[in-house]
């Protein structure tokens, strides 16, 4: 069964910060995704990433970076946290081809005081 | 016009009806198709994959496929209130790489 496991669940940080995601998936996919998720705005893509050290920008990037030095690793930064960013998190990931559901982690609600 | 576009819900049906939820999408060259339902709170599950033409059916869900109408939906029968969720429609794209969501359709089950 194909695992994403993102790093926390909850986490509350303060405007200004850097602040890092983590994303880890054991199923050897290609492709990994990071969304963010607001009410009445549905799933937003911010970065994706087809293989390692590879990353392509997504519906919504400004105020994010993305590091994908292993394949089974993505991160999401906030390089300097604000308000406008608190939201929950989603990590993916997809075999490439397309014809296997993407899996996604738990999500992680992330607060920006 | 949206990519993946899904009914505006909400979607109020009472327990034992069919629910009827419907999806198109603007890219022609995708292939694969599916239905995720989330709760509150939660990540996305998926419920229903579909690559073909036609229906295809697991349990109480059917999904079905329409490529040269650019439509997909997703039928539940005999609507529990455990369905009240929102429901997810989600494209592949033609390079297979991306996978794109409508915005969400809320449905409520009523007992």
């Known amino acids: 069964d194909v695992k994403v496991t993102q790093s926390s669940r909850y986490l509350v940080k303060r405007t200004g910060e850097k602040v890092f995601l983590e994303c880890v998936q054991d199923?050897?996919?290609?492709?990994m995704f990071w969304y963010r998720q607001d009410p009445g705005l549905g799933l937003r893509l911010i970065y994706f990433?087809?293989?390692?050290?590879?990353?392509e920008k997504g519906d919504i990037p400004e105020g994010y970076s993305v590091s994908r030095e292993k394949k089974e690793r993505f991160s999401l930064i906030l390089e300097s946290a604000s308000t406008n960013q608190t939201s929950m998190y989603l990590c993916?990931?997809?075999?490439?081809?397309?014809?296997?559901?993407?899996?996604f982690g738990d999500g992680t609600r992330l607060s920006i005081l | 016009q949206k990519e993946v576009e899904q009914n505006s819900g909400p979607l109020s049906v009472p327990e034992g009806a069919i629910a009827s939820l419907n999806c198109t999408y603007s890219?022609?060259?995708?292939?694969?198709f599916f239905w995720y339902r989330q709760y509150s709170g939660k990540s996305p599950e998926l419920i229903m994959s579909?690559?073909?033409?036609g229906d295809k059916e697991d349990g109480r869900f059917t999904a079905q496929l329409n490529k040269a109408s650019q439509y997909v939906s997703l039928l539940i029968r005999d609507s529990q209130p455990s369905d009240s969720a929102t429901y997810l429609c989600?494209?592949?794209?033609?390079?297979?790489?991306?996978?794109?969501f409508g915005e969400g359709t809320q449905l409520t089950v009523n007992p």
């Open positions: 199923m050897d996919h290609e492709n």
């Open positions: 989600a494209v592949v794209d033609t390079s297979g790489s991306r996978l794109t």
């Open positions: 890219d022609r060259g995708s292939q694969s």
């Open positions: 579909i690559y073909s033409n």
């Open positions: 990433s087809y293989d390692v050290k590879m990353k």
């Open positions: 993916a990931s997809l075999t490439h081809g397309g014809n296997q559901p993407q899996h």
